[in-house]
């Protein structure tokens, strides 16, 4: 597979099969994504990849602490600006009623619409769930860092045949994810990230998202 082969494949899976990943398997993808490149070479991402019962312990915990609190923790960080403005607003509502309307679930049917975003906190069924940190005293250009290694992940990831999921709807869980991680005070939780095979059969995994043109995002002065 090259690259444009693997970013023409990516998408975001929220459906997986629940076949296993091999431990050797995440190793490899991850030390191939770990050439990722990052401002002064601070490589300033960390990464932790549950299966098993460490996951399964896990999810059972925040599906526990769901039914009390649904909306889950404050996150630490503001996922979108407050006052998203267009064209951004406008792409990110279309995105949501896109991926509502590719399962049928109807705009006023609020709870539907709850249950599909609460599958978050299963992995969409993904075998391995990953967990990205970096250090809190890191800004905008360590966290575009941090991206690059998850692009890195999500296309090595295509390579094997698999697909994956990253999700900032993590970060409202970031206190029950830490409590099972333990990582260092000084680190937050940036985002979670499912990794598996893709369960080609569920509707869900039908949606092609759309792009803005090359000549919406870039501008040529070539001459
Ligand atoms: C950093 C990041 C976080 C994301 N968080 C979520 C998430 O929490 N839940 C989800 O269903 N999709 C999430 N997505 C998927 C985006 O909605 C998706 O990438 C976008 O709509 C484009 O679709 P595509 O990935 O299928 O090409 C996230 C994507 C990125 C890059």
Same mark, same amino acid.
């Given at each position: 597979?090259?690259?444009?082969?693997?970013?023409?494949?990516?998408?975001?899976?929220?459906?997986?099969?629940?076949?296993?990943?091999?431990?050797?398997?995440?190793?490899?993808?991850?030390?191939?994504?770990?050439?990722?490149?990052?401002?002064?070479?601070?490589?300033?991402?960390?990464?932790?990849? +549950?299966?098993?019962?460490?996951?399964?312990?896990?999810?059972?915990?925040?599906?526990?602490?769901?039914?009390?609190?649904?909306?889950?923790?404050?996150?630490?960080?503001?996922?979108?600006?407050?006052?998203?403005?267009?064209?951004?607003?406008?792409?990110?509502?279309?995105?949501?009623?896109?991926?509502?309307?590719?399962?049928?679930?109807?705009?006023?049917?609020?709870?539907?619409?709850?249950?599909?975003?609460?599958?978050?906190?299963?992995?969409?069924?993904?075998?391995?769930?990953?967990?990205?940190?970096?250090?809190?005293?890191?800004?905008?250009?360590?966290?575009?860092?941090?991206?690059?290694? +998850?692009?890195?992940?999500?296309?090595?990831?295509?390579?094997?045949?698999?697909?994956?999921?990253?999700?900032?709807?993590?970060?409202?869980?970031?206190?029950?994810?830490?409590?099972?991680?333990?990582?260092?005070?000084?680190?937050?939780?940036?985002?979670?990230?499912?990794?598996?095979?893709?369960?080609?059969?569920?509707?869900?995994?039908?949606?092609?998202?759309?792009?803005?043109?090359?000549?919406?995002?870039?501008?040529?002065?070539?001459?």
């Amino acid at each position: 597979m090259n690259v444009s082969d693997a970013l023409a494949s990516r998408i975001t899976c929220r459906a997986f099969l629940p076949d296993p990943v091999r431990e050797e398997t995440v190793r490899e993808i991850v030390d191939k994504a770990r050439y990722a490149p990052s401002g002064g070479n601070l490589q300033p991402w960390h990464l932790f990849a +549950l299966s098993g019962n460490a996951l399964a312990d896990l999810l059972a915990d925040v599906a526990e602490k769901m039914l009390e609190t649904p909306r889950g923790e404050v996150p630490e960080y503001r996922v979108y600006p407050q006052d998203l403005k267009d064209p951004y607003e406008a792409r990110r509502f279309k995105c949501g009623e896109d991926l509502y309307a590719s399962i049928g679930i109807e705009r006023a049917d609020k709870r539907g619409r709850i249950a599909q975003f609460q599958r978050n906190f299963k992995f969409f069924g993904a075998p391995v769930g990953l967990f990205v940190y970096l250090d809190r005293t890191m800004g905008p250009p360590q966290w575009a860092d941090t991206g690059m290694f +998850l692009q890195s992940i999500m296309l090595v990831a295509r390579e094997y045949g698999l697909h994956t999921c990253p999700q900032e709807a993590w970060a409202q869980w970031h206190k029950t994810v830490s409590s099972h991680l333990n990582p260092p005070a000084d680190w937050m939780l940036f985002c979670g990230m499912g990794l598996g095979y893709m369960d080609k059969e569920a509707q869900v995994n039908t949606l092609r998202t759309d792009r803005a043109s090359v000549d919406e995002i870039a501008t040529f002065k070539f001459r």
